[in-house]
C-alpha cells in the first residue's frame, strides 16, 4: 500500500477514534443548539407583561396607545399625579405615565413616566417606540395630514431599480443574501484553515517531541510522513464538517417538525441567530418574496463547489507551512507562537479583504486578495457569493484557483525542505532565518 | 566473505562542521560491527546516511553488492536510533503492526511476525496496553522488535541498551547474537567499550569526522599492545637485573614489567626460570578498548570541537 496513504491511515482514524472527536464533532452542535432553544424558548416565554398606567390629563391620546405587543401594555386610569404611585405600589401596574393638563403637541413639553424598578433597555425602547409613534400620529392629525398622504411621500423608496448592465436584476435582497453566505463561508474557511492548520502542526510537534520522527523517517521519506499527515488531518476535517451539516439540517428540521409554533413564534423574536435577524428584516420590509428570489438567485451548488475547492486549496496550502513550522518546534510550546505569526498575519489580512470584498466585489484590493494565493481561500469565496460574472469574472476565478495549485505546491516544496530537517533537529531554538536557509538549500 | 556493506569516501559537510569527512569502511555478511566515537564524532550522520535519512554530499554507498537505493533498500535495513520514542496514545499492538506496514511488510505478514516476536520476547499480554502504560525499559523492548520484525539484513542499533536493566540487556544481547547467526548483519554504535569488547567482532572509531580507527577487536587491541606482562611469583627476587625488560609495577608477588625492543615474552619466561623461581602465573597485558579510546580521543581535542567555517 502506499506509504502515504498508510501514514493518512493512522492519522486519521486515531483521531476519529477518540472520544474527543465524538464530543467535539457531535456534542458541540448540540450543545450550541441547546443553547439557542433556550434563549429562544425563555425569550418567547416571558410572562411577565408590563402594564403602565396612563393618567392622560390633557386627553392627548384619546384613550388609546398602539400596542401591538403583548408585553407592553398601555391602560388608562382616571388618577391624579398623586394617586399614581399608589397604584404601583399596589403592583397592579408597573409603572405610570402622566400627562400633565398643559400637555400640547409642539414638543417643548415632557412626559413623566415612573416605574418601580429599573426598566430594562429592550422595554424601554419599546415604551419610547409606542409612544413616539402616537404622539407623531396625533401631530399629523394636528396638521391635518392623512395617513395616505404620508404613505404617498414615502413612496420613492422603491422608485430606483438596480440592475447590472446585461439585465439581471441587482435587488437589494439579493446583495444581502450574497453578503451573508459570502461572510459566512469567508468565515468558515478562516476557521477551517485555523483548527486543522493547528493540529497538523501539534501533530508535527507530537511526533518530535515524543521521538518518534526519525524512527518514521527511517522507513518513510519526511515528505511522505508531512503528506500522510496532512491527508489524514484533512480527512477528518471534511467527516466533522459533513457531520456538523447533516447535524444542523438534521437538528432544524427536527425542529420544526417537533415544535412548529416555537419555529414561528421565533420570527418575533429579538434574539436570533444572524441568518433569521436578516431574514426578519427582510420580512418586516415586507419582502420575503424578495429573500426567497434572492436565495434562489444564487447558484447554490456552484458555491458549495467553490467552497469544496478553497476549503482543500487553502487547507493544503496552510497545513504544510503549519507542519513546517511545528517540525522547527522543540518541547517548548511557546516557540510555536512566535514562528506561527508569518503563517498567521496572511490569514487575518485575508479576513479583513473579504470583509471589504464582500460589499465590493470588484474593489482592486478585492481582485488582489482573491488572486493572491494565500488569500484567496477567505476572499474569492466572498467575491463568488456574488455570482459570477457579476462578483468575480470566470477569467479572475480560474486564475485564482491555477494560482491557488501553484500557491499549493510551492508552499509544500518550501515546507518538505524545511519540515526534513526540522524533524530531526533537537535541543536549538530555530528562527524564521533558519528556517528560509534550509527551504533555500539545495537538496 | 562477501561484504553487506561499504562506504566509500563517504562526505557531509554541515554550515559550519565537516561531519563525515570522508568515511570508507566495509562491513562483512553476518558480523556485529562496532561504530565507536565520542560524543559529535560524526556517527549518527554516518547512520542516517546509511539508512537513507541523509544524502552524503559525495561518495557512495553500496548495499548487498548494489547501490544503495533508499526508496527501496528501506525493507532491508532496520535502524534504531539514539533519539527514539513511540506514539504515546497508540495501543501497542497497533503501533507494530503500523511500524511494520511502514516498512513494507503486508498487514498479514506483519501480524505473523508481530505474534511470533512477542511470543519470544514475552510481550504478548502487551497488545491492548498504551505505550504510557510501559516503562522505559518495556518500550526499548518494544522499539527492539519492531526494529528488526521484517528480518532486514542489516539492524543497525544506536545505544540499543540504554535503559535496560541487566536481565533485559542480555535478552537483548542474545537476541543479536541469534540475529547474527541466522545471517543478519548488526551495526552496534555506543559509548560503552565493555558492550563493544564483548559482542563486536569488527569496529571502527570515528573522531571529528574522520576513521581513526579499523579492524577486528583483537586486531586492535594487538596494534595498541605495550608489549607489557604479568607475573606472579611465590616470592620476589631482592633485585632484578635482566637485559630483556624493565619493572614498571610491583604489588606485593605481583610484577608488571615492560619488554625491550628486540626480546620476547619467552625471555623473561626464560630470565625467571634460570632464576628458578616458582612461577604462578604469566600473562600479557593487552589494552582495553576503553584505553585505546580515551588515548585516541583525548589529544584530538574532539570533546571542544569547535565550529569551522566550511567554504568548499
Keep these: 500500500m502506499n506509504k502515504i496513504l498508510l501514514v493518512a491511515r493512522r492519522e486519521f482514524l486515531t483521531r476519529v477514534q477518540k472520544k474527543t472527536f465524538l464530543l467535539t464533532t457531535i456534542g458541540l452542535p448540540l450543545i450550541i443548539f441547546g443553547f439557542y432553544a433556550m434563549i429562544i424558548y425563555f425569550s ?23 400596542s401591538k405587543d403583548s408585553e407592553v401594555i398601555f391602560e388608562f386610569v382616571q388618577a391624579d399625579s398623586a394617586a399614581l404611585p399608589e397604584l404601583i405600589s399596589s403592583k397592579k401596574y408597573s409603572a405610570s405615565l402622566y400627562v400633565p393638563t398643559g400637555f400640547t403637541l409642539n414638543g417643548n413639553d415632557s412626559l413623566q413616566f415612573k416605574s418601580n424598578k429599573a426598566v430594562g433597555l429592550m422595554t424601554r425602547e419599546k415604551i419610547q417606540r409606542r409612544i413616539n409613534k402616537a404622539l407623531e400620529d396625533k401631530r399629523y392629525e394636528a396638521m391635518h395630514i392623512s395617513k395616505a398622504q404620508i404613505d404617498s411621500l414615502n413612496q420613492d423608496r422603491d422608485l430606483i431599480k438596480f440592475s447590472t448592465a446585461n439585465g439581471k436584476t441587482d435587488g437589494e435582497t439579493k446583495v444581502g443574501v450574497s453578503y451573508a453566505v459570502g461572510m459566512i463561508s469567508g468565515f468558515l474557511i478562516y476557521i477551517i484553515l485555523f483548527i486543522y492548520g493547528t493540529m497538523v502542526m501539534r501533530g508535527v510537534m507530537e511526533e518530535k517531541v515524543s521521538r518518534i520522527a526519525e524512527v518514521i523517517i527511517s522507513s518513510v521519506k519526511p515528505f511522505q510522513l508531512m503528506m500522510g499527515k496532512i491527508t489524514g488531518i484533512g480527512a477528518v476535517g471534511l467527516i466533522q464538517f459533513l457531520i456538523w451539516i447533516v447535524l444542523v439540517f438534521g437538528l432544524q428540521f427536527a425542529i420544526a417538525m417537533l415544535f412548529p409554533s416555537l419555529t414561528e413564534s421565533m ?43 478553497y476549503f482543500i486549496g487553502g487547507y493544503l496550502l496552510y497545513s504544510s507551512l503549519f507542519a513546517a513550522v511545528g517540525s522547527a518546534v522543540n518541547e517548548d510550546p511557546q516557540d510555536a507562537q512566535s514562528l506561527l505569526l508569518p503563517i498567521t498575519m496572511p490569514i487575518i489580512f485575508a ?5 471589504k470584498a464582500v460589499n465590493d466585489p470588484n474593489s482592486g484590493l478585492a481582485i488582489f486578495g482573491s488572486l493572491f494565493p494565500l ?46 530537517t526540522g524533524i530531526l533537529m533537537y535541543g536549538k531554538k530555530i528562527t524564521w532565518k533558519e528556517m528560509m536557509k534550509w527551504a533555500l538549500k539545495k537538496s | 566473505m562477501s561484504k553487506i556493506l561499504e562506504l566509500a569516501h563517504l562526505k557531509k559537510y554541515y554550515a559550519t562542521q565537516k561531519a563525515v569527512d570522508d568515511i570508507s569502511f566495509s562491513i562483512e555478511k553476518g558480523s556485529i560491527f562496532g561504530l565507536l566515537g565520542p560524543n559529535g564524532a560524526g ?48 495501543k501497542i499492538g497497533e503501533q507494530a503492526l503500523y511500524l511494520a506496514q511502514l516498512k513494507g511488510l503486508s498487514k498479514t505478514e506483519a501480524m505473523e511476525k508481530i505474534k511470533f516476536w512477542f511470543k519470544r520476547l514475552e510481550m504478548e499480554s502487551w ?84 576513521k581513526i580507527l579499523d579492524g577486528t577487536v583483537s586486531s586492535v587491541k594487538q596494534q595498541f599492545k605495550e608489549n607489557k606482562f604479568r607475573i606472579q611469583l611465590q616470592e620476589v627476587p ?29 625471555d623473561v619466561l626464560k630470565y625467571f626460570l634460570d632464576q628458578n623461581l616458582s612461577i604462578e602465573a604469566y600473562n600479557e597485558i593487552l589494552p582495553s578498548l576503553n584505553e585505546i579510546f580515551i588515548n585516541l580521543v583525548e589529544g584530538s581535542k574532539s570533546t571542544t570541537r569547535a565550529f569551522q567555517n566550511i567554504n568548499d
Design chain 1, 44 to 66: 418567547v416565554k416571558t410572562t411577565d407583561n408590563f402594564r403602565v398606567a396612563v393618567a392622560d390629563k390633557a386627553n392627548i391620546f384619546n384613550g388609546k396607545i398602539e
Design chain 2, 238 to 266: 631482592g633485585n632484578l637485573n635482566a637485559d630483556s625488560f624493565e619493572l614498571v609495577d610491583q604489588k606485593a608477588n605481583q610484577l608488571t614489567v615492560k619488554i625491550k625492543e628486540g626480546y620476547k615474552g619467552n
Design chain 2, 127 to 210: 497488545w491492548n496496553k498504551k505505550v504510557e502504560d510501559l516503562s522505559k525499559g518495556m518500550s526499548q523492548k518494544l522499539q527492539f522488535v519492531t526494529t528488526v520484525l521484517h528480518e532486514p539484513k542489516l539492524i543497525i542499533l544506536d545505544e540499543p541498551f540504554s535503559g535496560l536493566d541487566p536481565v533485559n540487556a542480555n535478552l537483548i544481547k542474545d537476541e543479536i547474537y541469534g540475529l547474527a547467526q541466522r545471517g543478519c548483519t548488526v551495526i552496534f554504535s555506543t559509548h560503552r567499550m565493555e558492550q563493544v569488547e564483548e559482542i563486536c567482532d569488527h569496529i571502527v572509531l570515528v573522531n571529528l569526522g574522520q
Design chain 1, 351 to 355: 479576513i479583513v479583504i473579504m470583509t
Design chain 1, 267 to 309: 420570527q418575533g423574536q429579538p434574539i436570533q441567530p444572524a441568518g433569521m435577524q436578516a431574514a426578519q428584516a427582510v420580512k418586516s420590509s415586507g419582502a420575503m418574496n424578495g429573500l426567497m428570489s434572492g436565495l434562489a438567485s444564487i447558484n447554490f451548488p456552484f458555491i458549495i463547489g467553490c467552497f469544496i475547492f
Design chain 2, 43 to 90: 556517527k549518527t550522520t554516518l547512520l542516517r546516511m546509511i539508512t537513507g535519512i541523509f544524502y552524503p554530499d559525495s561518495g557512495e554507498i553500496t548495499l548487498d553488492g548494489q547501490k544503495f537505493d533508499p526508496i527501496n533498500d528501506i525493507i532491508k535495513i532496520g535502524y534504531m536510533p539514539e533519539e527514539r520514542g513511540l506514539y504515546k496514545k497508540m
Design chain 1, 375 to 420: 488569500t484567496s481561500p477567505i476572499v474569492m469565496m466572498a467575491r463568488v457569493a456574488h455570482g459570477v460574472p457579476d462578483g468575480v469574472t470566470y477569467f479572475q476565478l480560474a486564475l485564482s484557483m491555477i494560482f491557488l495549485i501553484l500557491g499549493f505546491l510551492g508552499t509544500t516544496w518550501v515546507a518538505a525542505k524545511i519540515y526534513r
